[in-house]
Protein backbone atom coordinates (compact mmCIF):
# COMPACT_ATOMS: atom_id res chain seq x y z
CA UNK A 1 0.00 0.00 0.00
CA UNK A 2 1.39 3.60 -0.57
CA UNK A 3 0.61 7.06 1.22
CA UNK A 4 1.10 10.17 -0.31
CA UNK A 5 2.49 12.22 1.98
CA UNK A 6 0.22 15.18 2.85
CA UNK A 7 1.24 18.61 4.83
CA UNK A 8 0.90 17.87 8.87
CA UNK A 9 1.21 14.11 8.64
CA UNK A 10 3.37 12.30 10.72
CA UNK A 11 3.86 8.52 11.86
CA UNK A 12 2.20 8.69 14.57
CA UNK A 13 -1.48 9.68 13.16
CA UNK A 14 -0.81 7.44 10.18
CA UNK A 15 -0.13 4.81 12.57
CA UNK A 16 -3.03 5.48 14.38
CA UNK A 17 -5.56 5.18 10.75
CA UNK A 18 -3.82 1.68 9.78
CA UNK A 19 -4.10 0.54 13.28
CA UNK A 20 -0.85 0.39 14.13
CA UNK A 21 0.05 0.48 17.90
CA UNK A 22 4.26 1.37 17.36
CA UNK A 23 4.63 4.05 14.75
CA UNK A 24 8.13 3.29 14.59
CA UNK A 25 7.84 0.30 12.31
CA UNK A 26 6.03 1.99 10.16
CA UNK A 27 9.44 3.84 9.48
CA UNK A 28 11.22 0.58 9.67
CA UNK A 29 8.64 -1.38 7.22
CA UNK A 30 9.44 2.11 4.75
CA UNK A 31 12.98 1.58 4.67
CA UNK A 32 13.54 -1.85 3.92
CA UNK A 33 11.16 -1.78 1.15
CA UNK A 34 11.50 1.75 -0.44
CA UNK A 35 13.65 3.28 -3.22
CA UNK A 36 17.03 5.19 -1.49
CA UNK A 37 15.83 8.62 -2.39
CA UNK A 38 12.27 7.85 -0.82
CA UNK A 39 14.54 6.77 3.02
CA UNK A 40 12.91 8.24 5.86
CA UNK A 41 15.87 9.83 8.32
CA UNK A 42 13.50 12.24 10.12
CA UNK A 43 10.71 13.76 9.63
CA UNK A 44 8.40 12.86 6.76
CA UNK A 45 8.47 15.20 3.76
CA UNK A 46 5.05 16.69 2.07
CA UNK A 47 4.44 15.03 -1.82
CA UNK A 48 6.50 11.52 -1.41
CA UNK A 49 5.48 8.59 -0.81
CA UNK A 50 5.09 6.15 2.01
CA UNK A 51 4.93 2.18 1.99
CA UNK A 52 2.27 0.60 4.16
CA UNK A 53 2.00 -2.73 5.76
CA UNK A 54 -0.51 -4.85 5.06
CA UNK A 55 -2.75 -6.24 7.57
CA UNK A 56 -0.95 -9.46 8.23
CA UNK A 57 2.06 -7.51 8.25
CA UNK A 58 0.55 -5.06 10.87
CA UNK A 59 -0.61 -7.82 13.39
CA UNK A 60 2.86 -9.27 13.54
CA UNK A 61 4.22 -5.83 14.78
CA UNK A 62 1.29 -5.16 16.70
CA UNK A 63 2.06 -8.84 18.58
CA UNK A 64 5.65 -8.02 20.17
CA UNK A 65 2.98 -6.17 22.19
CA UNK A 66 6.16 -3.12 22.60
CA UNK A 67 3.78 -0.06 21.75
CA UNK A 68 5.07 2.93 24.31
CA UNK A 69 1.97 3.43 25.20
CA UNK A 70 1.60 0.33 26.73
CA UNK A 71 4.00 1.27 29.15
CA UNK A 72 3.03 0.44 32.93
CA UNK A 73 3.74 3.85 33.69
CA UNK A 74 1.37 4.97 31.00
CA UNK A 75 -1.32 2.28 32.47
CA UNK A 76 -1.24 3.50 35.87
CA UNK A 77 -3.52 1.36 38.34
CA UNK A 78 -5.00 4.41 40.37
CA UNK A 79 -5.98 2.96 43.74
CA UNK A 80 -8.39 4.37 46.29
CA UNK A 81 -7.30 3.93 49.68
CA UNK A 82 -8.72 7.04 51.64
CA UNK A 83 -8.18 5.38 55.65
CA UNK A 84 -6.89 7.87 57.76
CA UNK A 85 -7.22 10.97 54.85
CA UNK A 86 -7.46 14.44 56.55
CA UNK A 87 -6.39 17.51 54.40
CA UNK A 88 -7.22 20.73 53.42
CA UNK A 89 -7.37 22.53 49.91
CA UNK A 90 -6.99 26.18 48.40
CA UNK A 91 -10.10 26.06 46.31
CA UNK A 92 -10.38 28.98 43.34
CA UNK A 93 -13.11 29.10 40.75
CA UNK A 94 -12.61 31.79 37.84
CA UNK A 95 -15.84 32.32 35.62
CA UNK A 96 -15.99 34.76 32.56
CA UNK A 97 -18.56 35.44 29.89
CA UNK A 98 -18.48 36.92 26.41
CA UNK A 99 -21.59 38.18 24.59
CA UNK A 100 -21.41 40.82 21.91
CA UNK A 101 -17.58 41.12 22.66
CA UNK A 102 -18.00 42.03 26.17
CA UNK A 103 -16.31 40.29 28.70
CA UNK A 104 -18.04 39.82 32.54
CA UNK A 105 -15.39 37.98 35.35
CA UNK A 106 -15.93 36.88 38.53
CA UNK A 107 -13.72 34.77 40.79
CA UNK A 108 -14.05 33.53 44.89
CA UNK A 109 -12.16 30.99 46.81
CA UNK A 110 -12.06 29.28 49.80
CA UNK A 111 -10.90 26.41 51.88
CA UNK A 112 -12.13 22.83 51.80
CA UNK A 113 -11.59 20.52 54.15
CA UNK A 114 -11.86 16.63 53.56
CA UNK A 115 -11.59 14.45 56.27
CA UNK A 116 -12.58 10.41 56.11
CA UNK A 117 -14.56 9.18 59.12
CA UNK A 118 -15.31 5.71 58.47
CA UNK A 119 -15.60 2.92 56.18
CA UNK A 120 -19.26 0.64 56.37
CA UNK A 121 -20.75 -1.50 54.53
CA UNK A 122 -18.56 -0.95 51.43
CA UNK A 123 -19.28 3.03 51.43
CA UNK A 124 -16.50 5.37 52.60
CA UNK A 125 -17.78 8.17 54.78
CA UNK A 126 -16.15 11.97 54.53
CA UNK A 127 -16.71 15.43 56.39
CA UNK A 128 -16.30 17.83 53.26
CA UNK A 129 -16.18 21.71 54.76
CA UNK A 130 -15.81 24.98 53.26
CA UNK A 131 -14.07 27.98 55.15
CA UNK A 132 -12.33 31.24 54.58
CA UNK A 133 -14.21 32.32 51.39
CA UNK A 134 -13.23 35.24 49.27
CA UNK A 135 -16.26 37.52 49.19
CA UNK A 136 -15.28 39.51 46.46
CA UNK A 137 -18.63 41.66 45.67
CA UNK A 138 -19.15 41.64 49.40
CA UNK A 139 -23.00 41.69 48.78
CA UNK A 140 -25.67 41.31 51.68
CA UNK A 141 -27.10 38.62 49.79
CA UNK A 142 -23.70 36.81 48.98
CA UNK A 143 -22.83 36.95 52.67
CA UNK A 144 -25.85 35.49 53.96
CA UNK A 145 -25.55 32.94 51.14
CA UNK A 146 -22.25 32.14 52.92
CA UNK A 147 -22.99 32.27 56.54
CA UNK A 148 -26.45 30.08 55.58
CA UNK A 149 -24.16 27.34 54.47
CA UNK A 150 -21.51 27.66 57.24
CA UNK A 151 -24.18 26.52 59.74
CA UNK A 152 -24.48 23.16 57.88
CA UNK A 153 -21.06 22.45 57.51
CA UNK A 154 -19.49 19.33 57.91
CA UNK A 155 -21.03 17.77 55.17
CA UNK A 156 -21.50 13.89 55.27
CA UNK A 157 -20.39 12.29 51.42
CA UNK A 158 -20.44 9.11 51.09
CA UNK A 159 -18.43 7.24 48.17
CA UNK A 160 -18.21 3.76 47.18
CA UNK A 161 -15.03 1.79 46.92
CA UNK A 162 -14.01 3.43 43.94
CA UNK A 163 -13.88 6.66 44.93
CA UNK A 164 -17.32 8.16 42.99
CA UNK A 165 -19.81 9.67 44.85
CA UNK A 166 -22.66 7.85 45.89
CA UNK A 167 -24.35 10.48 48.22
CA UNK A 168 -24.55 13.87 50.52
CA UNK A 169 -26.35 14.20 53.57
CA UNK A 170 -26.73 16.66 56.75
CA UNK A 171 -25.33 15.32 59.87
CA UNK A 172 -28.52 14.91 62.28
CA UNK A 173 -27.02 17.23 64.58
CA UNK A 174 -27.62 19.60 62.09
CA UNK A 175 -30.91 18.42 61.09
CA UNK A 176 -31.70 18.53 64.87
CA UNK A 177 -30.93 21.87 65.52
CA UNK A 178 -32.06 24.44 61.87
CA UNK A 179 -34.56 25.83 63.95
CA UNK A 180 -31.86 27.60 66.19
CA UNK A 181 -29.86 27.72 62.94
CA UNK A 182 -32.07 29.82 61.25
CA UNK A 183 -33.10 31.82 63.87
CA UNK A 184 -29.63 33.38 64.63
CA UNK A 185 -29.46 33.67 60.65
CA UNK A 186 -32.48 36.28 60.79
CA UNK A 187 -30.91 38.08 64.29
CA UNK A 188 -27.95 38.69 61.65
CA UNK A 189 -29.74 39.10 58.98
CA UNK A 190 -32.87 40.90 59.96
CA UNK A 191 -34.52 42.20 56.29
CA UNK A 192 -37.44 40.75 54.59
CA UNK A 193 -35.02 39.63 51.64
CA UNK A 194 -33.35 37.41 54.18
CA UNK A 195 -36.36 36.23 55.36
CA UNK A 196 -37.47 34.88 51.98
CA UNK A 197 -34.29 33.54 51.03
CA UNK A 198 -33.89 31.54 54.50
CA UNK A 199 -37.22 30.23 53.23
CA UNK A 200 -35.86 28.18 49.96
CA UNK A 201 -32.83 27.23 52.22
CA UNK A 202 -34.78 26.06 54.72
CA UNK A 203 -36.55 24.01 52.12
CA UNK A 204 -33.52 22.76 50.34
CA UNK A 205 -32.01 22.07 53.20
CA UNK A 206 -34.46 19.79 54.84
CA UNK A 207 -35.45 17.88 51.47
CA UNK A 208 -32.91 15.05 51.33
CA UNK A 209 -33.61 14.51 47.53
CA UNK A 210 -33.25 18.18 46.58
CA UNK A 211 -29.96 18.83 49.05
CA UNK A 212 -28.25 16.23 47.63
CA UNK A 213 -29.08 17.16 44.12
CA UNK A 214 -27.47 20.50 44.73
CA UNK A 215 -24.41 19.44 46.59
CA UNK A 216 -23.32 16.65 44.07
CA UNK A 217 -23.43 19.95 41.70
CA UNK A 218 -20.69 21.24 43.68
CA UNK A 219 -17.11 21.81 41.91
CA UNK A 220 -14.93 20.61 44.23
CA UNK A 221 -16.81 17.06 45.11
CA UNK A 222 -17.84 16.55 41.87
CA UNK A 223 -14.33 16.69 40.69
CA UNK A 224 -13.00 15.14 43.39
CA UNK A 225 -14.78 11.97 43.54
CA UNK A 226 -15.57 11.38 39.35
CA UNK A 227 -14.88 8.15 37.97
CA UNK A 228 -11.30 9.31 37.18
CA UNK A 229 -9.91 5.73 38.72
CA UNK A 230 -11.17 3.89 35.99
CA UNK A 231 -8.62 1.54 35.08
CA UNK A 232 -6.29 2.26 32.22
CA UNK A 233 -5.91 0.21 28.71
CA UNK A 234 -3.63 0.83 25.86
CA UNK A 235 -2.28 3.90 27.46
CA UNK A 236 -6.05 5.46 27.82
CA UNK A 237 -8.96 5.43 30.01
CA UNK A 238 -11.98 6.75 30.15
CA UNK A 239 -15.13 8.02 32.29
CA UNK A 240 -18.44 10.26 32.46
CA UNK A 241 -18.02 13.84 34.23
CA UNK A 242 -21.34 15.65 34.76
CA UNK A 243 -21.01 19.88 34.18
CA UNK A 244 -23.45 22.36 33.65
CA UNK A 245 -26.32 19.88 33.20
CA UNK A 246 -24.23 18.13 30.26
CA UNK A 247 -22.24 14.84 30.72
CA UNK A 248 -19.08 15.16 29.46
CA UNK A 249 -17.00 12.11 27.83
CA UNK A 250 -13.74 12.34 29.01
CA UNK A 251 -10.64 10.83 28.00
CA UNK A 252 -7.26 10.67 30.08
CA UNK A 253 -3.76 10.14 29.53
CA UNK A 254 -0.95 9.24 32.23
CA UNK A 255 1.96 11.61 31.81
CA UNK A 256 5.64 10.51 32.37
CA UNK A 257 7.36 11.91 36.00
CA UNK A 258 9.95 11.64 38.12
CA UNK A 259 8.15 11.71 41.27
CA UNK A 260 7.83 8.01 42.70
CA UNK A 261 5.04 9.27 45.03
CA UNK A 262 2.56 10.76 42.34
CA UNK A 263 0.67 9.72 39.14
CA UNK A 264 -0.08 12.85 36.86
CA UNK A 265 -2.99 12.92 34.69
CA UNK A 266 -4.23 14.86 31.14
CA UNK A 267 -7.55 14.88 30.53
CA UNK A 268 -9.36 16.38 27.18
CA UNK A 269 -13.28 15.30 25.63
CA UNK A 270 -13.07 11.94 24.08
CA UNK A 271 -14.62 13.17 20.57
CA UNK A 272 -14.04 16.41 20.38
CA UNK A 273 -14.71 17.48 17.07
CA UNK A 274 -18.19 15.79 17.59
CA UNK A 275 -18.76 18.39 21.08
CA UNK A 276 -18.73 22.40 20.91
CA UNK A 277 -17.75 22.16 24.66
CA UNK A 278 -14.37 22.17 25.49
CA UNK A 279 -12.89 20.78 28.85
CA UNK A 280 -9.26 19.81 29.82
CA UNK A 281 -7.93 18.91 33.36
CA UNK A 282 -5.18 18.30 34.93
CA UNK A 283 -4.52 15.74 38.30
CA UNK A 284 -1.76 15.29 40.75
CA UNK A 285 -2.72 11.91 42.40
CA UNK A 286 -1.04 10.46 45.10
CA UNK A 287 -0.08 6.90 43.98
CA UNK A 288 -0.22 5.66 47.72
CA UNK A 289 -4.18 6.80 48.26
CA UNK A 290 -5.38 8.11 45.10
CA UNK A 291 -5.97 10.92 46.36
CA UNK A 292 -6.03 14.23 44.57
CA UNK A 293 -3.08 16.25 45.52
CA UNK A 294 -3.59 18.84 43.09
CA UNK A 295 -6.19 19.95 39.89
CA UNK A 296 -6.75 22.28 37.79
CA UNK A 297 -9.77 22.12 34.85
CA UNK A 298 -10.84 24.71 32.71
CA UNK A 299 -14.48 24.18 31.14
CA UNK A 300 -16.33 26.07 27.96
CA UNK A 301 -19.24 25.68 26.30
CA UNK A 302 -21.87 28.56 24.40
CA UNK A 303 -25.18 28.95 24.65
CA UNK A 304 -27.35 31.67 23.05
CA UNK A 305 -24.07 32.80 21.24
CA UNK A 306 -22.53 33.90 24.44
CA UNK A 307 -19.95 31.97 25.41
CA UNK A 308 -18.76 30.74 29.30
CA UNK A 309 -16.05 29.25 30.67
CA UNK A 310 -14.83 28.19 34.48
CA UNK A 311 -11.59 27.36 35.41
CA UNK A 312 -11.44 25.41 38.47
CA UNK A 313 -8.27 24.41 41.22
CA UNK A 314 -7.15 23.05 43.77
CA UNK A 315 -4.18 23.27 45.46
CA UNK A 316 -3.10 20.91 48.66
CA UNK A 317 -2.46 23.35 51.69
Known amino acids: MIHFILPGDNLENIAEKIRLENPVYLK ?21 KLLLPDFTKIKTYNDKND ?41 FSYIASLQWIKNELGEHL ?50 NNFNQIKE ?16 EFEYAALNPDIFDQR ?6 LKSYFSSFRNPFENGK ?13 IQQTAKL ?12 LKNKEENQDDFTGNLSVSKNNGMIRSLNAVYSYKEFSVSYSTEFSIVNI
Open 28 to 48: EFHNQHCLKEDFIVDDLVPGK
Open 67 to 107: APFKSPELNPKIVFNPIGFNEKFKTTIKESSINDAKTIDKS
Open 126 to 175: FHFTKDQFSNRNNTKMESLAIESMKYLYPIEVFVNVKGEILRTALKKQTL
Open 184 to 199: KLLDFFPDKYAEIYLE
Open 215 to 220: MKEDWF
Open 237 to 249: SFFELYLEKTVLN
Open 257 to 268: TDNKEEILLHQT
